[in-house]
Structure formats: C-alpha cells, structure tokens
C-alpha cells in the first residue's frame, strides 16, 4: 500500500485540522498507481486530478507477486539474458502465468485481503482489468478504466497476452469479461475501446462509458514554427513500434518534394546519424526542468507532429501535439480518428504506404499557413475535451463522487 494522496489544504490557517474530504476512493493499477510512470503516466495524473478536487485517493498495487510464485512458472528465466527493461517483445513474467485464470485467482484473494482492512464502501477504480476488485467485498464498488481490451490487443498482437498459449488467452478474455460484467461502470479512453466491450464482451452499453484522457505535456510555449526549415516531430521510446521506418521512408520521399523538411527525432536514438535532414535527439527526462522546456521547444517550433504506430490504443502524445498547436500526420488506425479529425485538427493516410504519408506530410510542411489553421484547430479540440478537468468531471460523475472543481 503506499500513501495516500489527498488535497494539501493549504489554505486553512496554521496548525487548523485539514478540511474532511468530500469523497473517498481506492486507486488500483498493476503497480504503483500513484507512479509517474504507470501506464505511461496517466494513472498518476488522474488519481492526481481526483485529490485535487477534493477525493481522498489511497493507492495499491495489484502485482502481488510472491516468491513462491516463482516456482509455479512466473518469472521466464531466458528472458533473464539480454533483456532490456523496456523490452516490449521479452517480458519478465510468463504471459502463461500471469494471464492465467489460476494467476488472477490468486491476484483476486490477495487483493480480498488487503481491501478488507480498508474502510468498507469505498469504491475502487483500476487501471486495467488485472484484477476483479468485488470478490469478497460486498457492498463496495467497483470500475475499471481502460484503454483498450484484450480482444484487441490479440487482434493486433500485442502485450504479454499475445504471447500466451492459446488456452491462456481464452482464459484471460473470460477473466476480462468477468470483471467488465462486476463492475459498477466500466470507463474507456475512447469510443474504439468502448465499442469492444460492449460487442466483443456482451456487456451492456449503458454501463460503459468512454471518458478520454487529458494530454500530459505541460504548459505549451506558444508556437513559432521555423517556416525556411518546417519541421516534423516524432517523439516515441520505441522507433520501431510507433512507425519510425515507415516515417523516415515516406519523409525522404516529402523531403525530395520540400527540400527544406527536417525530421527531428525525440524520446529513442536510432542510428540515422548523416541521414539528410534528420536530427536525433534522444529520450528527454520530463522530470528535469531544463529537459522538459527542451521538449516543450520542440513542440514550439516544429510544423506538424507524426507517428505512425503499429498499434496504439490510446495515443496521448497526439494530444499532446494537438496541446501545443500542432497538426498531427497519422493514419487511421484504431482510436487515432477519434484523437485526430482528419482534414480538422491534422491529416490521417487512408493506408500504411509510405507514398500516402509522404503526400500528407507534404500537405502541411509545403503549405505553413494550413499547417497553422489545422494546428490551432487541434489545440481548441484538446482545450474543449482532453483536459484533466474536463476528464476528471466526467470520472467524477460516472462514479458519482462529489468534487470541488472549477467547471472553468
């Protein structure tokens, strides 16, 4: 269990006792939901919002992984060799296990116990469907937020569960279905992950609600793109999985069209050293002041944004894009028309062709007073919907906690 996180009360005098919170509620995420780091930062900023309004937020990790659990099969010993901590394709922990129905049986009772020395009636709210929070807590309530389903992830191969045998997937579908059918509400990121709960899991419609997120870059500088060099952004850990190959083929050909193109590569470094009109930044630490203004300039001064990922359930960094005033260059691919409207707020390629990506980029980089008409759309459309505010309103409702934050 780890603190829990609730308003500062800074505004009552000193040595005055802090103001009784309006609300109460569980965080629960595979780890530390209170981590910047979980689930690439959004865990945190939500719960993060909910104390700000007024919830008191006590935090638990859901990955309970004992050390006997080594001996039933957990920990993969060959992915031990070689493996990287942010290796997509070697996991640590045995998909075979830990998608397993017995895996989430244990999870369930290891978690029954750590809620019942919590308060009864407190709701839980997970990030994820590791869990099914309501085995043996009658009477406490329980949602699930999540950016997309394992139906999904299978359809598209991705994550640990892609990786499990056969049997364990259809364990881990029917898992997911029983904790969807538990639940009190089941919250979504976007309509696309909505859509498969309601057809692929039978549940019904009007207990699933899409929510959004709220973009995660901070405060953007405001744009002044460099119209002799325009410039597109690709920022993203891992080249290869959000489309870093396909980007650089179809900038090389826009290149050849607006010979003045730049490509600026931030977050991963792949090797594109005396690449024409390449720049590769590298990761960035958002933590470090001097970083992050980095970032932020970058965003500031690019032309559009771009990644062409292979699959992204819910890709906040377009939001982020759009945060900062830029148009984003895309496909239409999963959740992405719904955080880019084509011709609106950037440009989505109908296909994952180098040719039809080349003849968006080029669209906005050859034409800067397009590219800033689409980027200021985009930044309106963030402000009116992915905001934590605005997200943390519609949580809020959903759950039917009481807050205290400022509709403006």
Known sequence: MTAAASPTGADAPAGAPAPAPRARLIALATVDPL??????????????????????????????????DVFRGAVRPR???????????????????????????????????????????????????EVDATVGQ????????????TVQALAAGEFSVSQASPRVQAEAVEFQRQVFRHCARVLTLSDWARRSVV????????????????????????????????????VGRDWEQKGGPLLLDAFRRARARVPSARLVVVGCAPPLAGEPGVEVVGPLDRSDPAEDRRLRELYATATCFSILSTFDAFPNVLL?????????????????????????????????????????????????????????????????????????????????????????
Not at 85 to 93: W, Y
Not at 138 to 149: E, K, L, N, Q, S
């Open 320 to 408: 982020e894009a759009g945060a900062a005033g830029l148009p984003v260059v895309s496909t239409a691919e999963g959740s992405r028309p719904e955080a880019v409207v084509d011709g609106v707020t950037g440009l989505l390629a109908g296909a994952r062709h180098p040719d039809l990506v080349a003849d968006a980029l080029v669209a906005v980089l050859g034409d800067p007073d397009r590219a800033a008409a689409l980027g200021a759309a985009a930044a309106r459309r963030v402000a009116d919907r992915y905001t934590w505010p605005v997200v943390t309103r519609a949580i809020a409702g959903a759950l039917d906690l009481d807050i205290d934050l400022d509709p403006a």
């Open 199 to 234: 057809d692929d899991y039978g549940i019904d419609p009007g207990k699933v609600l899409a929510v959004g997120a709220g973009a995660n870059l901070g405060d953007p500088l405001p744009p002044r793109p460099d119209r002799d060099h325009p410039t597109v952004l690709f």
């Open 35 to 68: 981590a910047p780091g979980t689930f690439s930062g959004l865990s945190a900023r939500m719960f993060g919002s909910l104390a700000d309004a007024g919830v008191e937020v006590t935090a638990l990790a859901t990955r309970d992984v004992r050390w006997h």
């Open 138 to 149: 009658p009477g406490r309530p329980a949602y699930v937020i999540t950016d997309c389903t």
């Open 79 to 129: 992915a031990l060799l070689g493996r990287t901590a942010a290796d997509r394709r070697n996991p640590l922990v045995n998909p075979n296990w830990a998608c397993s129905r017995r895996a989430f049986d244990d999870r369930n009772r290891r978690l029954a116990r750590r809620l019942a020395e919590l308060p009864p009636g407190v709701p839980t709210l997970q990030v994820g469907t």
